[in-house]
């Protein structure tokens, strides 16, 4: 079974930016996150929906804003 959510940690390594750059997007409601109680989870489906379709992108474009 593939896993379908992935931690912040995880997000980080699969996207290649830092930590800290995926905590400032869920503070700031740039990319789609679900909450497990304390934690913060990403679906990949979404996050590789947002890659082919080119969104990533503009995500960096709008936390190069903030």
Excluded: H
């Excluded at 996207?15 to 304390?38: A, L, M």
């Amino acid at each position: 079974m593939e896993k379908r959510l992935l931690s912040v940690n995880e997000l980080s390594e699969y996207i290649g930016i830092s930590v800290n750059t995926v905590y400032s997007w869920v503070s700031q409601k740039i990319i789609p996150y679900v909450k497990c109680g304390r934690l913060t989870k990403f679906d990949i489906k979404v996050i590789n929906s947002l890659i082919e379709k080119g969104e990533m992108g503009k995500i960096e474009k709008v936390a190069k804003k903030w």
